[in-house]
């Protein structure tokens, strides 16, 4: 994808209500990826609304390594971090263990309530699940039944390797399954040197009727 198709996909994510930002896996850059998307919506006048209703692993003493904190500071305003992640977690487990350790019991229905804004600016919902769509995020349910219940269009995110267009096709599959929109797939070449001749991005783009985007695209 060059330049202008890249732009051109960004003016059409813009018209959308929101995204539920979601990967194959834990660790495949969700946050990275999203919050240079934040950047990009902002400069095209959207006002947004950052969610990451659940977060494991959270240190008090290291706030700004936490992803809610840098979802926050790439959105608009001085928005509360109580409300982008109403449910810090400080074991680094998936979010029902590491609530099950605390006391706490998470519901997929307390989570859609949480995501939504707390104004009545028009907004754009920018969600940001927990590990991969399939992975537990609440007692009752997984990432998929979260988007399920926002009803937003899904934005998938992949490492950029050998070996992912497995993981990315299933992950496809399941978002159609829940019948919701597949509105891209992102490859993140996290690392530099990648194996001669692979190209994830042709082979996928042969295989789903979805952009196929390896970020950063220009």
């Given at each position: ?14 018209q959308l209500p929101g ?28 006002h947004i609304t950052p ?78 699940g927990a590990g991969g ?86």
């Amino acid at each position: 994808m060059n330049q202008s198709s890249f732009e051109a996909w960004l003016e059409q994510i813009s018209q959308l209500p929101g995204l539920f930002m979601t990967g194959t896996d834990t660790g495949v850059g969700k946050t990275w990826v999203g919050t240079q998307l934040l950047q990009h919506l902002r400069r095209l006048g959207l006002h947004i609304t950052p969610r990451k209703p659940v977060e494991s692993g959270w240190l008090a003493e290291q706030i700004t390594e936490t992803d809610s904190w840098k979802l926050a500071i790439n959105a608009s305003g001085l928005q509360p971090l109580t409300h982008i992640c109403p449910n810090p977690l400080l074991a680094p487990l998936s979010p029902p263990r590491a609530a099950h350790y605390e006391g706490k019991t998470l519901s997929i229905q307390q989570l859609a309530k949480q995501c939504q804004p707390r104004h009545s600016q028009p907004s754009f919902l920018y969600v940001e699940g927990a590990g991969g769509f399939y992975s537990p995020l609440a007692h009752d349910g997984l990432n998929a039944d979260l988007a399920q219940a926002l009803k937003l269009p899904v934005l998938l995110v992949s490492e950029d390797r050998v070996g992912c267009i497995n993981q990315i096709l299933l992950t496809a599959a399941a978002i159609q399954a829940r019948q919701l929109s597949l509105v891209a797939v992102i490859l993140n070449p996290r690392y530099s040197t990648p194996p001669k001749g692979m190209d994830n991005q042709q082979d996928l783009q042969a295989l789903l009727a979805v952009p196929i985007i390896r970020w950063p695209s220009a």
